[in-house]
Every structure is written in structure tokens, then in C-alpha cells.
């Protein structure tokens, strides 16, 4: 199987399901953005030497792919029967896990700097582009239907690696830079 096709090169895309739409319709645009931030994770999985924050970034790599299939899949598309649902359930586990990492943590008393060791950094990077995805996605939602869920799972993840950077720095030892509003 070849992985060009040139189907793409007057600026359409097809959708999951049928359909062309242009590459810069707001549906690409959001799951490309789910898709960078997915990558983004992976970037911080292979910086990272901790098993317990790569099966979790595993699993969320997983779900963020469900979750760009989803927004490829416009609502009453039939392709759509066979993706699995996004579970609500995931963003309740990402609460959970986020709790136990900051239970670990010292309290969080000021904006801390994003960055610290390698794999820290690449979590914060991949919070950032987490939280442009799911800016994306809530325009994408401002004009067709989406799943709520998507929403949700996208804001309880930025946090989650968020807390994911501050626990792969302190397991290192790394302390975290406070921002100093009059430096």
C-alpha cells in the first residue's frame, strides 16, 4: 500500500466515513491539532524513564486517537458505528491519577516555569499543544456536533500533564522555578 495517493494535493482531505471537505475546515483543524498533541505525548513518552507516567501516556495515546477519529467522523456519517465511543470514564480516571500524582508532589504555591528535565519539559510542551487542540475543537463545536466528551477528556488532560511534568521533576530531584512576576 502506497502512502501518498495525491488526493490531497488541490487541498482536500477526505473524511473518516466520506466526504471532502478543504484542508483548512475547522474539523481538520481539530483533529490535526488532537493528532499533534498526541504525538507531543509520545515526544514526552521517549524523554521519559518512568514506567509508571509511560503507561499512563500510553493509554492516553491510545484515547486521543479514538478521540481524533471521532472528530474525522462527521455526526450521521455510518463509518461512525464502528469507532468506539469516547468513555466518560476517562476523564474520571484522569482525575484520579492526577490526584495521586499530586498527593506525591509539594503544594503548588505560585505559577511555576514550564521546563526542568528533558522528559518535564516535553509534558509541558505537550500540555500546551493539548490545550490548543482543545481550543480547536471547541470552534469545531461552535458549527457542528461534537462529543461533549471529547471536550471534557481534552481539559482534564492538559492538567493531568501538567502534574505529570511537576512529578517527573520531582522524582529527579528537580526543583521547579517559580515565576517572579517582578524579575
Not at 493531568?160 to 529527579?172: D, G, K, Q, T, W
Request: glycine content about 8%; hydrophobic content about 45%; charged content about 25%.
Amino acid at each position: 500500500m502506497k502512502i501518498y495517493t495525491k488526493s490531497g494535493d488541490g487541498g482536500e482531505t477526505g473524511l473518516f466515513g466520506g466526504g471532502r471537505v478543504r484542508k483548512s475546515d475547522a474539523r481538520v483543524e481539530a483533529y490535526g491539532e488532537v493528532d499533534e498533541a498526541n504525538a507531543a505525548v509520545g515526544a514526552a513518552r521517549a524523554a521519559l524513564a518512568d514506567p509508571e507516567l509511560d503507561a499512563e501516556l500510553a493509554r492516553i495515546q491510545s484515547e486521543l486517537f479514538t478521540i481524533g477519529a471521532e472528530l474525522a467522523s462527521p455526526h450521521g456519517a455510518r463509518a461512525r458505528s464502528a469507532l468506539p465511543a469516547i468513555d466518560p470514564a476517562w476523564a474520571v480516571r484522569l482525575e484520579q491519577q492526577m490526584d495521586r500524582w499530586d498527593a506525591q508532589l509539594p503544594e503548588l504555591r505560585a505559577f511555576v516555569m514550564p521546563g526542568g528535565t528533558p522528559g518535564a519539559s516535553a509534558l509541558h510542551l505537550a500540555r500546551c499543544v493539548c490545550r490548543r487542540a482543545e481550543r480547536r475543537v471547541v470552534s469545531l463545536a461552535a458549527q457542528a456536533e461534537v462529543d461533549a466528551n471529547a471536550l471534557v477528556y481534552l481539559n482534564r488532560l492538559s492538567d493531568v500533564l501538567f502534574v505529570a511534568a511537576r512529578l517527573a521533576n520531582h522524582r529527579a530531584g528537580h526543583s521547579e522555578t517559580a515565576w517572579n512576576p517582578r524579575a
